[in-house]
C-alpha cells in the first residue's frame, strides 16, 4: 500500500459519508448509521494497511496525523448523532473531514518507514492517536458553539459533555506523553515549545469548564472562550511547527 492510492479510499469513504449525512436530514436513521460506518470502515482500511506497508504508525508527519484527524471527526459526528439526533452534524463533520483530506491530496507528506528512535516508543502510538481523538472531539465541540451562536440555540448542556470527553482525553494524551518523554530523553516535561502550547490549551479548556460552573455565566462568552480554546489546539498541532522557536530547538518537529 502507497499513498498514491489513498485518494480512492479518500473518494470512497467521503461519499459513503455524504450519503450519511443526507439520510441523517432525510430522518433516515439506519441508512446514516449504515452508511457513515461504512465509509469509517474503509477510511481506516487505508490507515491500517499504511500502518502494515511502513512497517510503523502512520503518525510521524503532519500528513499522517491529519489521517487521524480526518478518521475520527465523522467518527466523532456519528457518536453525537447517535447521542442526540442533531441532523446537521454529520453534514459539518463530513465536510470538516474533506477539508483535511482534501490538504493531505493537494500537498502530501512524505511518508517513509524511517523512524528515528524517540518515536520507536511504545507510548508514541497511544499519545498521538488518543491526541487526535480529543482534537476530534474539539472540532466537532467548536462547531456546536459556532451553531448555538448563529442560530441562538442552546446546546451548552450537550457541549459540556463533549468538552468534559475532550478534555478527558487529552489529560490522558498529555499522561502518554509524559511518560514517552521519561522514558525518550529523561525527563516528564520540558517547557518545550510544543509541550508550553500543549499546556496552554489543556487550562483554555479548563477556562471554559470552569466558568460554565459560574452561576452568572454569560452563554455566549463560553462559546466565545470554546472556539479561542480551538484556536489555540490549531497552534499547538500544527502552528508550532511555523515558530522560530521550535526551528531546530523543539524535540516535537519531526517532519524535517
Same mark, same amino acid.
Given at each position: 500500500?502507497? *499513498?498514491?492510492?489513498? @485518494?480512492?479510499?479518500?473518494?470512497?469513504?467521503?461519499?459513503?459519508?455524504? =450519503?450519511?449525512?443526507?439520510?441523517?436530514?432525510?430522518?433516515?436513521?439506519?441508512?446514516?448509521?449504515?452508511?457513515?460506518?461504512?465509509?469509517?470502515? =474503509?477510511?481506516?482500511? %487505508?490507515?491500517?494497511?499504511?500502518?502494515?506497508?511502513?512497517?510503523?504508525?502512520?503518525?510521524?508527519?503532519?500528513?499522517?496525523?491529519?489521517?487521524?484527524?480526518?478518521? &475520527?471527526?465523522?467518527?466523532?459526528? @456519528?457518536?453525537?448523532?447517535?447521542?442526540?439526533?442533531?441532523?446537521? @452534524?454529520?453534514? %459539518?463533520?463530513? +465536510?470538516?473531514?474533506?477539508?483535511?483530506?482534501?490538504?493531505?491530496?493537494?500537498?502530501?507528506?512524505?511518508?517513509? !518507514?524511517?523512524?528515528?528512535?524517540?518515536?520507536?516508543?511504545?507510548? &508514541?502510538?497511544?499519545?498521538?492517536?488518543?491526541?487526535? &481523538?480529543?482534537?476530534?472531539?474539539?472540532?466537532?465541540?467548536?462547531?456546536?458553539? @459556532? &451553531?448555538?451562536?448563529?442560530?441562538?440555540?442552546?446546546?451548552?448542556?450537550?457541549?459540556?459533555?463533549? +468538552?468534559?470527553?475532550?478534555?478527558?482525553?487529552?489529560?490522558?494524551?498529555?499522561?502518554?506523553?509524559?511518560?514517552?518523554?521519561?522514558?525518550?530523553?529523561?525527563?516528564? *516535561?520540558? *517547557?518545550?515549545?510544543?509541550?508550553? *502550547?500543549?499546556?496552554?490549551?489543556?487550562?483554555?479548556?479548563?477556562?471554559?469548564?470552569?466558568?460554565?460552573?459560574?452561576?452568572?455565566? !454569560?452563554?455566549?462568552?463560553?462559546?466565545?472562550?470554546?472556539?479561542?480554546?480551538?484556536?489555540?489546539?490549531?497552534?499547538?498541532?500544527?502552528?508550532?511547527?511555523?515558530?522560530?522557536?521550535?526551528?531546530?530547538?523543539?524535540?516535537?518537529?519531526?517532519?524535517?
Amino acid at each position: 500500500m502507497t *499513498w498514491d492510492e489513498f @485518494i480512492y479510499f479518500a473518494i470512497a469513504a467521503v461519499l459513503l459519508w455524504a =450519503v450519511g449525512a443526507w439520510a441523517a436530514w432525510r430522518e433516515k436513521r439506519a441508512m446514516a448509521y449504515t452508511s457513515t460506518i461504512a465509509g469509517l470502515m =474503509v477510511f481506516f482500511g %487505508f490507515i491500517l494497511m499504511m500502518w502494515i506497508s511502513l512497517e510503523r504508525p502512520p503518525l510521524r508527519t503532519m500528513g499522517e496525523t491529519r489521517l487521524w484527524y480526518s478518521f &475520527f471527526l465523522p467518527l466523532t459526528g @456519528i457518536i453525537v448523532y447517535s447521542r442526540w439526533k442533531y441532523k446537521w @452534524i454529520l453534514s %459539518f463533520s463530513t +465536510v470538516l473531514a474533506l477539508v483535511f483530506i482534501c490538504v493531505n491530496l493537494f500537498k502530501p507528506e512524505i511518508h517513509s !518507514k524511517t523512524l528515528m528512535p524517540a518515536l520507536q516508543s511504545p507510548w &508514541f502510538a497511544p499519545h498521538v492517536i488518543v491526541y487526535m &481523538f480529543a482534537y476530534a472531539v474539539f472540532g466537532v465541540a467548536t462547531l456546536m458553539a @459556532i &451553531f448555538q451562536l448563529v442560530k441562538e440555540k442552546s446546546l451548552t448542556s450537550q457541549l459540556d459533555d463533549l +468538552v468534559y470527553v475532550g478534555l478527558a482525553f487529552m489529560t490522558i494524551g498529555m499522561l502518554f506523553g509524559a511518560l514517552w518523554a521519561k522514558e525518550a530523553w529523561g525527563h516528564y *516535561w520540558s *517547557w518545550d515549545p510544543k509541550e508550553t *502550547w500543549a499546556a496552554i490549551t489543556w487550562f483554555a479548556y479548563l477556562v471554559y469548564v470552569h466558568y460554565r460552573q459560574i452561576p452568572s455565566h !454569560k452563554p455566549k462568552l463560553a462559546m466565545w472562550v470554546l472556539i479561542i480554546s480551538f484556536v489555540l489546539l490549531q497552534m499547538c498541532w500544527w502552528g508550532i511547527n511555523y515558530l522560530p522557536a521550535a526551528q531546530g530547538a523543539s524535540v516535537h518537529v519531526y517532519s524535517t
